[in-house]
């Protein structure tokens, strides 16, 4: 899963440019803290009958991947709309 945004055109009628990055980075802190719980709830081996546990991480990591890709294309966005107007 790949995901790919269109970056919001800079205009006068517009959300300022400034509001839009700060609208960005909340979204990359959200991100960020649901990442961070994702470390710490990551299936343990005790918490599992015997042969569960490996297919439980496995869909755990799938879980992650994607939101992993969400924070790149979102970073993504913010780097193109940073540098939007500065040619």
């Known amino acids: 899963m790949k995901f790919k945004f ?3 055109t800079i205009n006068i009628n517009g959300t300022s440019k400034p509001e839009l990055l ?4 909340l979204v990359m802190d959200g991100l960020t ?3 961070d ?3 710490r709830a990551y299936p ?3 918490d599992y009958p015997i042969g569960k546990c490996e297919q439980a991480r496995d ?3 799938k879980a992650r991947l ?3 890709k969400l924070k790149e294309a979102i970073n993504a966005l913010y780097t193109d709309l940073y540098f ?3 040619d």
Do not use: F, S, Y
């Open 22 to 25: 700060e609208q960005l980075a």
């Open 59 to 61: 869909e755990w990591d």
């Open 6 to 8: 269109i970056p919001p």
């Open 33 to 35: 803290t649901a990442e």
């Open 84 to 86: 939007q107007g500065r």
């Open 66 to 68: 994607i939101l992993l």
């Open 44 to 46: 343990h081996g005790r």
């Open 37 to 39: 719980a994702m470390c």
